[in-house]
Structures are given as C-alpha cells and as structure tokens.
C-alpha cells in the first residue's frame, strides 16, 4: 500500500484529487494538509510514501516544505503540483530534490503513473515538461530571466510577489531580514528590476504567477 498525504490551500482542489487516488486499491490518503507548515508535521508523523505538494501556497509554500520534507524523511518522495508548466518553476523543484512535477490539470491516468513511478523510485516528468527543460538547458541564451535565480532566490521571490513583508518571509524561512533583502538585492540585479510590483508584474508576463495576483 502507498501511503500519501496531500498538501493544497484549497480544500476543494485536496477533494477533487482525493477521489481520485480513493478508487486506486494501491493507494491509501493518509492525511490532508491546508500548509507547508501542516504538511512537514504531518510527514514527521506518519511518514508518507508519497506527498502531493502544491508548489504555491500562502505562508512556508511548497518549495520550502519540500526541501524540509526531503531533510527530514529520506524515504518520502515528493510529488510538486503546479497551475504552470513553465520553466523554471519544473527544474526548480526537481533541482532541490523532488522526484515528480505534475500540472494539476494533468489526467488522472497521469497523476496515478507518476504516483507509482515516484513511489518505486523513479522521477517522472511529463514529456513536455521534460522538454522544455531540457531545451532550457542547451541553451545558452534563455529568455527566461528567473531561469537565473537560485531555488531560494526563486522561493523569495515568489512570495514577495505575493505581498508578503520581508520580517515574515524571514521568520517563515529561519533565516534574518538582513539576509532576506541581501537575497532580494541579488534578484532584482538580475531580474533588472527596482521594486515589488516591478518583479510582481514580470513574473506575471513569464507566467510564474495568476493574472489575479496583480
């Protein structure tokens, strides 16, 4: 039996996928968890074969509670779930250890493949996925400016987009607001951009966020 807890802010989106996994007899949803917060907790309790992890939520968010899943249980895998297939958003989850990425408008058939090959051991990426990060990679010239930032780079960048303040991002992270803003400063020099909303509305146009965040 696969053991899986989900991890999505939106109970509506946790049930969808629920019934889902509830008709497959390998599989048992041992928990559901609304944060990352919740879902590191819940994967200290009940060590999961499998978490399905929903890469943007408010508060720790999916990269964050994936790389703290990963140091904590090393025989949990990780599942990352996104609205975007867009690079860096796939190579970014898979750099700091996930073992799959899916996009939640992915089939059910694929959902539960990608469960299976996860839980054997095995990454899985959907083709196109794979693809395009692959393209990525032989090219030298990407037109992607976040393709630049590190995985914590990214994860902060994320939530400023998201309007959180630089005092809570440090807490959520354990880390200082002097190295917050370091890591801020380093990003918006490569990003070329100056404030907040600049860097909102570039990853608006790149289509790492939801046109109802601006």
Same mark, same amino acid.
């Given at each position: 039996?696969?053991?899986?807890?989900?991890?999505?802010?939106?109970? /509506?989106?946790?049930?969808?996928?629920?019934?889902? =996994?509830?008709?497959?007899?390998?599989?048992?949803?041992?928990?559901? !968890?609304?944060?990352?917060?919740?879902?590191?907790?819940?994967?200290?309790?009940?060590?999961?074969?499998?978490?399905?992890?929903?890469?943007?939520?408010?508060?720790? %968010? %999916? =990269?964050?509670?994936?790389?703290?899943?990963?140091?904590?249980?090393?025989?949990?895998?990780?599942?990352? &779930?996104?609205?975007?297939?867009?690079?860096?958003?796939?190579?970014?989850?898979?750099?700091?250890?996930?073992?799959?990425? =899916?996009? *939640?408008?992915?089939?059910?058939?694929?959902?539960?493949?990608?469960?299976? *090959?996860?839980?054997? %051991?095995?990454?899985?990426?959907?083709?196109?996925?794979?693809?395009?990060?692959?393209?990525?990679?032989?090219?030298?010239?990407?037109?992607?400016?976040?393709?630049? /930032?590190? $995985?914590?780079? /990214?994860?902060? !960048?994320?939530?400023?987009?998201? %309007?959180?303040?630089?005092?809570?991002? !440090?807490?959520? /992270?354990?880390? #200082?607001?002097?190295?917050? #803003? $370091?890591?801020?400063?380093?990003?918006?020099? *490569?990003?070329?951009?100056?404030?907040?909303?600049?860097? $909102?509305?570039?990853?608006?146009?790149?289509?790492?966020?939801?046109?109802?965040? &601006?």
């Amino acid at each position: 039996m696969i053991k899986i807890i989900l991890v999505d802010d939106h109970e /509506l989106v946790r049930t969808g996928i629920r019934r889902i =996994l509830d008709d497959v007899k390998d599989f048992s949803v041992v928990s559901e !968890a609304s944060s990352g917060e919740d879902a590191v907790a819940l994967c200290r309790r009940n060590a999961p074969d499998v978490v399905l992890m929903d890469v943007n939520m408010p508060g720790m %968010g %999916g =990269l964050e509670a994936t790389r703290k899943i990963i140091r904590m249980a090393e025989n949990t895998r990780v599942i990352c &779930l996104s609205m975007h297939k867009e690079h860096p958003i796939p190579a970014q989850v898979m750099q700091i250890g996930a073992f799959g990425f =899916l996009t *939640k408008d992915a089939e059910h058939e694929e959902m539960i493949r990608a469960i299976y *090959k996860v839980a054997s %051991g095995q990454k899985y990426l959907a083709p196109d996925i794979a693809q395009t990060i692959a393209i990525s990679k032989l090219s030298a010239d990407s037109n992607n400016p976040f393709d630049a /930032l590190s $995985t914590r780079e /990214l994860n902060i !960048a994320m939530r400023l987009t998201r %309007g959180q303040r630089v005092p809570d991002i !440090a807490e959520e /992270l354990c880390i #200082n607001a002097k190295t917050v #803003n $370091t890591y801020r400063y380093r990003m918006f020099e *490569k990003l070329g951009v100056a404030t907040d909303v600049e860097l $909102t509305h570039l990853a608006y146009r790149h289509k790492l966020i939801d046109p109802n965040a &601006l």
